[in-house]
């Protein structure tokens, strides 16, 4: 599509300007709408690159980023935050592997070929003061190289998963899948071995950019936190490997830039568990209140798994003569961006929810910290990717469906 151009001065001619023009009353007025509209430029000159930095380019620029203030994430200062320089043999962190039930992985026979799949929620692992029944719902992501070739092949292997759109055919429904909401297509209620399932599909291009630059927060905060993977082959794919962690590490830094100089293991953990539901319309009206404390308590271990071995690359360190398990209530940790300026800091965050705080403080009346920034431009992020996926939910599911789902949730987040 063709865009207009971003803004109608450029750095010269405000530099032409600054010197020609004589000091007027108003100078303070122009000075502040002109610092905004630099800030609204970029921002969208950022957004409009998002597409076009792939990988490769992505690392060099990291790189040319980290040496312009010599940071690293190991506080080593050598070489670049990026995540492709620091490990490149990574695997898959040990609780995104844990073992799902044998009947789960199975289920997968039922699909036409899935590129990367995992269970995740109350069904695949505890959570506390929660009770579980036989139709307890298990959820499920599905990761696919082609999703109109995906939808294809499963409309006609399994054409009751879908509502009435499959008449419209499965380029319209892949079409649909990208074009509203968070990029998934959901189909809920479904039965296979006899349990309860709800799995979303999410083309590769679309899960590759959530997961790097946190597009729609959406199935990246799914993968903040811990999942079942099932799919055998997964350790092996090295592109999913590296986003996987990329995601970790982008959870942690945010996470930090949202805390105290101090703070414990468990207060990491639930502030990265809660990011994803910052601003959730679903919040308080069909997910209980202390969803988030929750999941944290009921996995304390899996998430210890998950990020401990990651502490160190974000300069986080736990006294090795705490190094028990279920201490994280106990565990501090000193924050490392304390030290770092508000740009550096800046520098840490995936580069869609960097330009979403560009125009958070680029709509602000008033100079406000990079928390206050950051928090709101996650809440504007979830939220309007919540509403799509909501409204879209009626055409995945189809309206009984829909309906069914929203009052099983409200239910379950009335229930003592």
């Known amino acids: 599509k063709t865009r207009k151009p971003l803004s109608w001065f450029s750095h010269s001619t405000w530099t032409a300007h600054s010197q020609s023009s004589p000091p007027s009353a108003a100078s303070p007025l122009l000075l502040s709408m002109l610092r905004h509209a630099v800030v609204k430029s970029r921002a969208m000159l950022r957004l409009q690159l998002l597409p076009l930095l792939n990988p490769t380019h992505r690392l060099l620029a990291t790189r040319a980023v980290s040496h312009s203030f010599s940071f690293s994430f190991s506080g080593s200062g050598s070489d670049s935050g990026s995540v492709e320089a620091r490990n490149p043999n990574r695997k898959i962190p040990l609780a995104h592997t844990a073992e799902a039930a044998p009947h789960i992985p199975a289920m997968l026979n039922n699909f036409p070929a899935i590129r990367f799949a995992v269970a995740y929620g109350s069904a695949a692992f505890p959570q506390a003061n ?20 995906f939808h294809e092949q499963n409309i006609a292997q399994n054409p009751d998963h879908y509502s009435f759109v ?16 968070a990029c998934i297509w959901y189909h809920p209620f479904v039965r296979l071995n006899g349990q309860l399932v709800k799995y979303g599909v999410i083309s590769w291009d679309k899960f590759e950019q959530d997961m790097r630059d946190w597009t729609t927060l959406y199935v ?8 079942a993977v099932l799919t055998p082959n ?13 995601n970790l590490l982008n959870a942690m830094n945010t996470a930090a830039l949202m805390l105290p100089t101090q703070y414990t293991e468990h207060t990491l953990y639930e502030t990265i568990a809660g990011l994803s539901y910052t601003g959730d319309v679903r919040m308080g009206v069909a997910e209980k209140s202390g969803k988030v404390q929750n999941i944290v308590k009921g996995n304390i271990e899996n998430f210890q798994r998950l990020y401990r071995p ?25 924050n490392p961006t304390k030290n770092l300026s508000k740009q550096q800091q800046r520098d840490l965050l995936p580069a869609a929810l960097r ?3 560009d125009v958070v403080e680029a709509n602000s009346n008033q100079d406000q910290d990079l928390r206050t920034s950051l928090t709101q431009a996650i809440r504007d992020t979830i939220k309007s990717t919540s509403i799509g996926q909501a409204i879209k939910g009626v055409l995945t599911a189809g309206p009984t469906k829909a309906a069914i789902y929203l009052k099983e949730k409200v239910l379950k987040a009335l229930a003592k």
């Open 310 to 334: 990651l502490l160190p690359l974000v300069g986080m360190h736990i006294d090795q003569a705490s190094d028990q398990l279920r201490e994280a209530s106990q565990t501090m940790l000193s």
């Open 130 to 149: 929660h009770i579980y029944n036989k139709n307890t719902m298990l959820d499920m992501i599905f990761v696919v190289d082609d999703a109109t070739a």
């Open 220 to 227: 990246s905060g799914r993968l903040h936190k811990p999942v």
């Open 355 to 357: 330009f979403r705080v």
């Open 234 to 246: 997964s350790q092996q794919d090295t592109a999913l490997c590296s986003l996987l962690q990329t």
């Open 166 to 181: 499959r008449t419209l055919g499965s380029d319209r429904v892949a079409a649909l899948q990208d074009d509203l909401g």
